[in-house]
């Protein structure tokens, strides 16, 4: 017979000024915390960690966008987050710890506006469709889970 699990209610303060749009949530990380994802029509993106046993959390600073956040997504590991914006592209960024802004990681390319994202279960693919209709399927490259990666996106950008 399956205990009853007690209900856990959180108010979490994101620190959007507009619309939430995306949610994503990573399920318990190597920390014992879980990772959530908000982004909004504020064109930001924010990451709350919350420790499970205290229920204490922290909610890092913006990463912002030059447009509105539609969609959320974040990997099995908890390291990568997936942005999809009304700019046509999909952002990835890593997840660096508690109160701190994610790192860009890599920017990929639609022809219209994205407006869903999602990994697959063992988190090597990458799902994302515009509203032109089209769903792209990409890789998710080792090195974007490494430390290494936010070094290779700012070598990429300049």
Request: charged share 20%.
């Amino acid at each position: 017979f399956l205990k009853k699990k007690k209900k856990m209610e959180l108010r979490i303060p994101t620190g959007h000024v507009d619309s939430v749009w995306g949610l994503g949530y990573s399920s318990l990380l190597h920390d014992g915390s879980l990772c959530f994802l908000s982004g909004a029509a504020d064109q930001t993106i924010r990451v709350t960690e919350v420790a499970v046993e205290s229920g204490n959390f922290t909610v890092s600073p913006p990463l912002h966008y030059e447009h509105a956040v539609w969609r959320v997504a974040v990997h099995s590991r908890g390291q990568l987050l997936v942005v999809s914006c009304s700019d046509g592209h999909v952002h990835v960024s890593r997840r660096r710890g508690p109160a701190r802004a994610p790192a860009p990681v890599a920017r990929l390319r639609h022809q219209a506006a994205v407006y869903a994202v999602c990994f697959s279960t063992g988190g090597t693919w990458l799902l994302s469709g515009d509203v032109a209709g089209n769903v792209l399927l990409w890789d998710v490259p080792r090195h974007w889970l490494d430390d290494t990666a936010e070094e290779q996106h700012e070598r990429h950008e300049q």
